[in-house]
Structure formats: C-alpha cells, structure tokens
C-alpha cells in the first residue's frame, strides 16, 4: 500500500464544485497552502470552507483561494486580516459561518470521532446561541451544537511513511489531526516521506488510516511552504 501521489493534479483529483473542504492551520501556521493555491488555480467554484481564520496574505493559502471567488461560504473562528475575505463579504460575494474557537474544534472533532452533537455552555445567552436546542446542565445552559466534517480535509504534516501515518512539528500540529479524521478525503502536504518503519510509532499522532493521500512539498510548515522551492518540490 503506497498511498503518495505523484503530483499536484492526483492530490486535488474528485474536488468539484460545491465540495466541503476542511482547511488546516493555526494563522500562517501548518497551512498546507501549496494544496490551497493549486485548489484556487484549479477553477472549481461553490466551496464551502472550514477553517480557523480567513487567511492573511492575499497572494498565498486562503487569501488566494478566496480571492479567486472558488469560495460561497466560509466557516471560521477569525475572519480578521484578510483583505481578500474583506472584499468578497463586503459585495456580499461570500457567507460567513462565524462560531467560538473551541466550538469548531470541538465541532470537527466530533465529526472525526463520530459523535453527531454535543452540548456547550460557550455561547449560551448570546445571539451564537439563537435557534438552537439549549438544556441546561447541571446548573447551566448549554448549547447544541452539531459534529462538522467536510468532503475534503487539506491539511499539512511535517513527516510521513507510504502508508500515511503523519508526524507533526511544533504548533503544526494544531487544526490539522482533527481534521484528518473529519474529512471523508483526506489530502497531506508532508515536507518529506520516510521508509515504512522508520517513524517511531510514539511520535505518530495521525494513523494512516485517516489519509487518503500523500504529497510531498519540500519545505516544510509555512511560510516555508510558501518559498520558490517548495513550489519547485509541488510539481
């Protein structure tokens, strides 16, 4: 089982139109956006965006891919510091799904784990919470809030073996083990690819069975992804 795929256009093969991708990435950080700025040059159109920010850079990652209008709604945590999302809102171009941190961690995580919902005191009282169940527990209200998976996790590892199983390096590691587990296609932007058996099976956070593919991007966790080799390393 070899599950690398040799080239850009393999890793991003079966997105359409109207698909849910699940984007991984804390800010600048562990964003596979070698993956995202070939999804924006790709033309698909109609996405559904999961992630935690709206991107920064308007050149690079999901600055880009919003800025190509590939993107009708995305759901996040920070829409703060795009320019490119500010554009796009303000002609009423793109929807905003905007929910608590810890809420859409915990929303994709459950969708990994197979938890269809779950009950949260963040947001109770609020106008988040309007339209939705609330119990209250133990004292306090809670709010129901819904498992999130996507129909394509992109998501970036700093080391991988043929079989998937992915290792992260720093605050890499943030968004992107849950979201390997929530997308029913999984897609990893690793910096490189070792022979099987070499990972010490304690350093292994994502098991292959969540990945799909694998594509090495030499380079590593952005802003490196984002240099002239590691888009050399892409092709």
């Given at each position: 089982m070899d599950k690398q795929v040799?080239?850009?256009?393999?890793?991003?093969?079966?997105?359409?139109?109207?698909a849910s991708v699940l984007v991984g990435g804390f800010g600048a950080v562990g964003q596979p956006n070698a993956l995202i700025d070939a999804l924006a040059l790709s033309g698909v159109r109609n996405l559904t965006v999961i992630a935690n920010n709206a991107g920064f850079e308007p050149q690079t990652g999901l600055g880009k891919l919003i800025g190509s209008g590939a993107v009708s709604k995305l759901i996040c945590s920070f829409p703060r510091g795009s320019t490119a999302f500010d554009a796009?809102?303000?002609?009423?171009?793109?929807?905003?799904?905007?929910?608590?941190?810890?809420?859409?961690?915990?929303?994709?995580?459950?969708?990994?784990?197979?938890?269809?919902?779950?009950?949260?005191?963040?947001?109770?009282?609020?106008?988040?919470?309007?339209?939705?169940?609330?119990?209250?527990?133990g004292g306090r209200d809670h709010v129901l809030e819904y498992a999130l998976g996507a129909d394509v996790a992109l998501i970036q590892a700093y080391t991988a073996d043929r079989w998937g199983n992915l290792t992260y390096k720093g605050s890499g590691r943030n968004f992107n083990p849950i979201m390997a587990m929530a997308g029913r296609l999984t897609i990893a932007q690793v910096g490189s690819v070792v022979p099987l058996g070499e990972l010490d099976p304690d350093i292994i956070v994502t098991p292959g069975i969540f990945v799909n593919r694998v594509l090495t991007v030499a380079g590593g966790d952005p802003p490196l992804a984002a240099t002239s080799a590691s888009k050399e390393g892409a092709r």
């Open positions: 040799p080239d850009m256009a393999a890793a991003l093969a079966d997105i359409g139109d109207g796009r809102y303000e002609k009423g171009e793109i929807e905003l799904e905007v929910m608590p941190q810890g809420t859409l961690a915990e929303r994709i995580r459950a969708a990994g784990a197979g938890i269809g919902a779950f009950y949260t005191p963040t947001g109770a009282g609020t106008r988040l919470a309007e339209g939705k169940e609330t119990r209250n527990i």
